[in-house]
C-alpha cells in the first residue's frame, strides 16, 4: 500500500472519528437547543427555510453561482453566505438547509475561518440540517435502490464533516408531487422521529383539515416491526403566510414599526399574521403550529428576511401584555415535532394512522399531477440503467481494492446518481436544457465509473497477479455498450474479434441471454471451457435501423444464453467472425411460454404460461392532449406534470399489424409494426417463463396539435374486480380499486388521470375466482392503471404541445437529432396462478421478484478488443471466469450494497426482498453466515448501522413515539351511508393482510442474539433490510 493509500485511509477514518457523536455536541444541538415554549399559549414554530432545486428551470451550476438571471434570479452559493452572516448577528435566530448536493459543493470552497463558524451554528442548533439526502428525491418514479444510496452518500458527507449534530432526525418532503409509503418506510429505518410534507390532494387535505387530522401515524410498512413515522402535512404547503414573504424576490411589504412613518404598519401586519395562526389552531390539534417562512431559493438577502420576522415576533409577543395567547419563537422541524410529542404525552393525545400512500396527487378538479409519471421517459430510462452500473462499479471496486483515483472516480457516479433522484430530475419535469444537463451529468457518471471497472476487471484476470501500481491503465480495455437501445455498439461493429465479459452484480448465479449488434456475417462464441455455444442471429428491424442518430453498421444481432453467471462475477466470452454470410435459422424452439396471434389482426390474441392459458391482447393507443389557457381549473392543459386527455377513450393506433416472426433455438421473436411511428418486437425464450415486449415510439408525427399520449394496454380475460395492484418504488406492493380512495369519498371529476397510479417497477391484476394473475414489469418508471376489469395499460411515451402552467415555463416537446424524441423500453408479461406454487416450487410473486431483481441489476456487458489474442492465447493468460463469493445466497436474499467506505471497511447490505405469505418457503425469515462469503476479502468483524450508515444501530436513540388512535379498518364506518364507498373499502381491505401481515419479530430482541464474538450468523426478515460496516482483510484477488 502506498503514502498516498495510507494518508487516505488515515484522512478519511479521521473523519469517522471527528464525525462520532460526542456528549458535548450532544448537549448543544438537536433537541435541546430549541427555544422554550409556553404553557397555555400556541406556540408559533416560525421556520425559516429556502427549497433549493437542484436542477430544474436552471442546470444545477446556473442554480449553485446564480448565473441565466433572465430565466430565474437564484443563487445557491448567496444563499449559504447570506444566511451564514444573518445567524451570527442573533443566537435566537434559526435556519434549517435540505439538500447536501448544494452545501457540499459550496463546503468545498470555502476557507477554514467560514468552515469554522459554519460548524459553530450547527453545533448550537441554530442551523439545522434536515433531509440529509444529496437531493429531495421524487417518491414516484424513484427505486429504492437508488433512494438509499443517495440518501447514504449525503448522510456520509453531513456525518463526517458535522459529526452528531449534523445528523438528520426530520424526513422534509415538502415539494414532491405525491408520496410513497415505501419513502415513509425508509425514513423509519434511517431512524428518523417525523416526516413533513407539502403537498396532498386538494380533497384529501379539505377532509384532514376539517376533521383536524393533517397529522398522523403512517405506518409504512405490512412485514417490518417499528415502521411507524408521525407525519404531518403542512398548512401553507411550504410557503410563507399570504403577505408575508419577505425575500428580495417578493413584493409583500416590510413590517414598518416607525410609528412617526407614514408607512407605520406593524399592528395591523401583526394582527394580520395572528389571524392567519388563529385559522391554523382550528386545524391542528396540539398548542404548536409551524410556519414556514421561506420559499424557493429565498434568503439570498438573508438579513431582510430576519430583519422582519424578528419585528413581527417582538410585536406580537408584546401583545402578551394584553393577554394575547400566542408566543412566537424561532424554531426547526425538529423543535416542533419535539413540542408536539411532549404535548401529546402529557394530553394523552391520540393520533389517526394511515396505511395507503398519498398518490395521485391532485392539486385541483382538473389537475392530476399523473403525467409525470412518464415524462422524459429516456431519461428515466437512462437513470435506472445508472443504478445498474453503480452497484457493478462500486461492487468491481471493492472485490479488487482499488486506490483513490478510482475512489474519486466513483464518487463522481454516487453523485450524478444522487442529481438524478432530484424531483425535478428523473420526474422529466425540468426545462429541456436542464434535462441535457443531467444527462450530461450522468454521462460523466458512466464515463468515469467506466474506468473504474476496466480497472479492476483487469487486476482480476490478470493470472500473473496483481499489478504493484496502485492505480494501473487497464491492461484490457473493456467498455460497455451505452448505445444497445438502438442497436449500436462501435467495437462489436469494427472488431471481427472481440471478447464479451458478462458480469452478474447478483447475489445468485443468473443465466443471462446477451445480445450484441454486428455487421452481416457467421460468428462463433467460446466460453472459458473451450466450449462452442450455441448462436442465434436475427436482422435489426428497419424501424430500430432507421432510429434518429444511429450512425452504425450493424445489420443484425447475434444472441447466446450465458449460463450460470456466477454470483458478483463474471465469465468472459471469445467472439470471432467465421463468415461474411448470415446464417439463416429457422428451427423453433419449445419455450415455456407459448403466443398465439388473431389471424385477421395480427395481434397477440393470448398466451399460455405453462400450462394457464389467459386470454391476452395488447396494442397501442393514444389520449390527446386537453388544451387550455390554465387560467381556471377546467382550461387546464396536459403538461410536464398533468396528465388531463381530452375524453376518456383513447385512439387505437392501429387495428392491424405487420409481422415478420423469426424462430430459433433461443428466441422466438415477432416483429410488429403497428404505423411509422410504432412498432414493437414481442420474444419469448427458451428458458424464460415471461414474454418481453420491446416497444419503439416515434418520432410521434406533428399533425396533432392537442398532444399525443401513447399508452401500451394489455386486455385480459380476468375479473379483477376493479382492482389492481403497483410496486412503491420498487419494493412493497399496494393496492388499488378504481374510482376510490381508502380514507375518504373522492370525486373523480377526471375518471383517466385521477385513476394512474406510479408503477416504478411492476403493475397486476388477479382473478380471485380463477385465481389467474398477470403482471406486466417495466424497465423504468411509468405511470399505469386498470380502467376497465382485465386491463393494464402503462404509459410509455408523452408529447405534450402545451405548458400546465405550473412553473416549468415549456411545452413538453422533446428533441433528438432534429427530430421529436423517440423513445425504447420493454415490458415483461409474466402469469399464472398467483395461490398454487409453480413446477419448480417457486410462487408466481416470487418469480416476479426474481424476475424485477434480474431486470434492475441486469447482467452488465463489457466489450473488449482481443489485442490480437487467439482464443488459445487469451484464455492461457487471463481469467476468463470469476466469483465474488464463495457461495451464493439463498434465493430471496440479495447483497443490496457492496462499496468501499473508509479505511479496510467497506459497506455491506442484506436484503430480503420478499413480502410475508407471498411463498410458503421463501417469505420465511432466513440467516445468512458471513463467514468465508467473499472470495476476494475476508471479514474480519462488522459493526451494525441504521440503513442510511450514518449512525451505529446499538448507539441508534429510540424514535419518538406517538399514541394511535384509528386503524384502517375503522375507515369504513366513516361514510358508512354511502353504498359504493363502503364496497370500495371492502376491496381495498380484503387482502390487506393476506400475503401482508404486521411482522411481529422483535428488532430489540433480535439484536441481543447478534453480535457476539465471532457469530457472522446474520438473520434476515421478510422485507427487511440490515446495514453493516465490515472490517476487511483482502485476499489474492483472483484466486491463484
Not at 613 to 638: C, D, H, L, M, P
Request: proline share 5%; with cysteine; aromatic share 12%.
Amino acid at each position: 500500500m502506498t503514502d498516498l493509500r495510507l494518508l487516505l485511509v488515515f484522512v478519511t477514518t479521521l473523519a469517522y472519528v471527528i464525525g462520532a457523536p460526542t456528549s458535548i455536541e450532544a448537549e448543544a444541538c438537536g433537541y435541546k437547543s430549541c427555544h422554550s415554549i409556553k404553557d397555555g399559549f400556541v406556540n408559533v414554530h416560525i421556520v425559516a427555510h429556502t427549497h433549493d432545486d437542484v436542477g430544474w428551470l436552471k442546470t444545477v451550476d446556473q442554480y449553485y453561482y446564480g448565473s441565466k438571471t433572465r430565466i430565474q434570479h437564484a443563487g445557491v452559493q448567496y444563499i449559504l453566505e447570506s444566511v451564514l452572516s444573518a445567524l451570527q448577528r442573533d443566537p435566537k435566530r434559526r435556519f434549517i438547509y435540505v439538500e447536501t448536493a448544494f452545501l457540499w459543493k459550496w463546503w468545498k470552497q470555502q476557507h477554514d475561518t467560514v468552515k469554522h463558524q459554519f460548524r459553530k451554528l450547527i453545533r448550537n442548533g441554530q442551523l439545522e440540517l434536515i433531509g440529509g439526502a444529496w437531493s429531495m428525491n421524487d417518491e414516484a418514479t424513484t427505486h429504492y435502490h437508488s433512494i438509499i444510496d443517495q440518501f447514504t452518500w449525503g448522510l456520509r458527507k453531513l456525518n463526517e464533516t458535522f459529526g452528531y449534530c449534523g445528523r438528520p432526525k426530520i424526513g422534509w418532503q415538502i415539494d414532491p408531487f405525491g408520496h410513497s409509503r415505501e419513502m415513509a418506510s425508509i425514513f423509519a429505518q434511517l431512524g428518523f422521529d417525523g416526516l413533513f410534507l407539502g403537498r396532498i390532494d386538494y380533497q384529501d387535505k379539505k377532509v384532514r383539515f376539517g376533521t383536524r387530522t393533517p397529522e398522523m401515524i403512517w405506518k409504512a410498512s405490512q412485514n417490518l416491526g417499528n415502521s411507524s413515522l408521525f407525519t404531518s402535512v403542512m398548512y401553507n404547503t411550504y410557503s410563507p403566510p399570504p403577505g408575508f414573504c419577505f425575500d428580495v424576490l417578493c413584493e409583500d411589504d416590510p413590517i414598518i414599526d416607525d410609528k412617526r412613518s407614514p408607512e407605520y404598519n406593524a399592528p395591523k401586519r401583526v394582527q394580520q399574521f395572528l389571524d392567519y395562526v388563529k385559522n391554523m389552531t382550528k386545524v391542528y390539534t396540539t398548542n404548536n403550529v409551524l410556519v414556514t417562512m421561506g420559499e424557493d431559493f429565498t434568503y439570498q438577502d438573508a438579513h431582510v428576511w430576519f430583519k422582519n420576522i424578528d419585528k413581527l415576533m417582538l410585536h406580537a409577543n408584546q401583545l402578551q401584555a394584553n393577554g394575547s395567547k400566542y408566543n412566537l419563537i424561532y424554531s426547526t422541524p425538529s423543535c416542533y415535532l419535539k413540542a408536539v410529542h411532549e404535548e401529546s404525552k402529557k394530553r394523552n393525545l391520540q393520533y389517526p394512522t394511515k396505511t395507503d400512500d398519498f398518490f395521485p396527487y391532485g392539486s385541483d378538479s382538473h389537475a392530476f399531477w399523473t403525467g409525470y409519471f412518464t415524462s422524459k421517459p429516456t431519461i428515466k430510462r437512462f437513470e435506472r440503467l445508472g443504478n445498474n452500473f453503480l452497484q457493478v462499479c462500486k461492487q468491481l471496486y471493492a472485490l479488487t481494492d482499488l486506490g483513490p483515483e478510482d475512489w474519486a472516480d466513483l464518487n463522481v457516479m454516487r453523485e450524478a446518481m444522487g442529481v438524478m433522484q432530484h424531483h425535478d430530475a428523473v420526474t422529466g419535469t425540468e426545462k429541456e436544457h436542464v434535462a441535457h444537463d443531467y444527462a450530461r451529468i450522468l454521462s460523466r457518471g458512466f464515463d468515469e465509473c467506466q474506468f473504474t471497472s476496466a480497472t479492476a476487471l483487469s487486476k482480476i484476470i490478470d493470472k500473473a497477479g496483481i499489478k504493484s501500481d496502485p492505480n494501473p491503465s487497464p491492461s484490457i480495455p473493456f467498455e460497455s455498450c451505452l448505445l444497445s437501445n438502438m442497436s449500436q455498439c462501435a467495437l462489436t461493429e469494427n472488431n471481427p474479434k472481440f471478447l464479451a465479459t458478462i458480469y452478474n452484480p447478483l447475489s445468485r448465479p443468473v443465466n443471462h441471454y446477451v445480445r450484441l449488434p454486428v455487421p452481416n456475417g457467421t460468428y462463433k462464441v467460446t466460453d472459458g471451457q473451450g466450449k462452442e455455444l450455441t448462436v442465434q442471429a436475427i436482422p435489426i428491424p428497419e424501424t430500430i435501423a432507421n432510429i434518429p442518430g444511429r450512425y452504425s453498421k450493424a445489420t443484425q444481432e447475434i444472441i447466446f444464453l450465458a449460463e450460470s453467471l456466477p454470483p458478483l462475477g463474471f465469465k468472459s466470452y471469445y467472439v470471432a467472425k467465421t463468415s461474411s454470410e448470415m446464417a439463416s435459422v429457422t428451427e423453433e424452439s419449445v419455450q415455456p411460454v407459448q403466443l398465439s396471434l388473431d389471424e385477421n389482426s395480427g395481434l397477440l390474441s393470448d398466451i399460455n404460461f405453462s400450462g394457464n392459458k389467459i386470454q391476452v391482447t395488447q396494442n397501442f393507443y393514444f389520449y390527446q392532449g386537453a388544451v387550455g389557457n390554465n387560467e381556471v381549473a377546467e382550461n387546464r392543459s396536459s403538461g410536464a406534470y398533468i396528465f388531463r386527455p381530452n375524453g376518456t377513450v383513447p385512439f387505437t393506433i392501429s387495428k392491424k399489424v405487420v409481422n415478420k416472426k423469426y424462430n430459433g433455438k433461443l428466441v422466438n421473436e415477432i416483429h410488429q409494426v403497428f404505423n411509422e411511428w410504432t412498432s414493437q418486437i414481442i420474444r419469448t425464450y427458451n428458458q424464460e417463463n415471461f414474454v418481453e415486449f420491446d416497444w419503439l415510439i416515434g418520432p410521434i408525427p406533428r399533425g396533432n396539435v392537442n398532444g399525443v399520449e401513447v399508452i401500451s394496454r394489455y386486455s385480459t380475460n380476468l375479473k379483477s374486480e376493479s382492482t389492481f395492484y403497483t410496486d412503491s418504488n420498487g419494493r412493497e406492493l399496494l393496492k388499488r380499486v378504481r374510482n376510490f380512495r381508502p380514507t375518504w369519498r373522492v370525486n373523480m371529476t377526471e375518471p383517466v388521470a385521477s385513476n394512474y397510479y406510479p408503477v416504478t417497477s411492476k403493475i397486476l391484476i388477479r382473478d380471485p375466482n380463477e385465481d389467474l394473475e398477470v403482471a406486466v414489469l417495466t424497465d423504468r418508471a411509468q405511470g399505469g392503471t386498470s380502467l376497465n376489469d382485465g386491463e393494464i395499460e402503462l404509459m410509455v411515451h408523452r408529447n405534450c404541445l402545451h405548458d400546465d402552467a405550473f412553473g416549468v415555463g415549456e411545452s413538453l416537446d422533446e428533441m433528438a437529432f432534429g427530430k421529436r424524441l423517440v423513445a425504447r423500453g420493454t415490458h415483461y408479461v409474466i402469469g399464472g396462478s398467483y395461490i398454487k406454487p409453480a413446477k419448480g416450487g417457486k410462487s408466481l410473486a416470487a418469480q416476479e421478484r426474481d424476475l424485477a431483481q434480474r431486470k434492475l441489476l441486469q447482467a452488465w456487458t463489457f466489450v473488449a478488443p482481443t489485442n490480437g489474442l487467439s482464443y488459445q492465447e487469451y484464455s492461457s493468460k487471463y481469467v476468463m471466469e470469476y466469483s465474488g463469493l464463495q457461495r451464493a445466497l439463498p434465493d430471496n436474499v440479495q447483497i443490496l450494497t457492496l462499496e468501499p467506505w473508509y479505511g479496510m471497511n467497506f459497506l455491506l447490505r442484506l436484503e430480503h426482498y420478499l413480502e410475508k405469505n407471498e411463498d410458503p418457503i421463501l417469505s420465511q425469515p432466513v440467516t445468512v453466515n458471513l463467514k468465508d462469503l467473499f472470495s476476494a476479502f475476508e471479514i474480519l468483524s462488522y459493526r451494525e448501522t441504521t440503513l442510511g450508515a450514518n449512525q451505529w444501530l446499538d448507539e441508534n436513540h429510540h424514535r419518538l413515539s406517538f399514541n394511535e388512535s384509528k386503524t384502517a379498518e375503522d375507515l369504513v364506518h366513516r361514510h358508512e351511508n354511502d353504498p359504493l364507498w363502503t364496497e370500495g373499502v371492502k376491496r381495498w381491505l380484503r387482502d390487506q393482510t393476506d400475503g401482508n401481515g404486521v411482522n411481529d419479530y422483535n428488532r430489540e430482541s433480535h439484536q441481543k442474539k447478534f453480535g457476539s464474538p465471532g457469530n457472522f450468523m446474520v438473520t434476515l426478515n421478510p422485507m427487511e433490510i440490515r446495514t453493516f460496516v465490515i472490517d476487511v482483510k483482502m485476499l489474492k484477488v483472483n484466486n491463484l
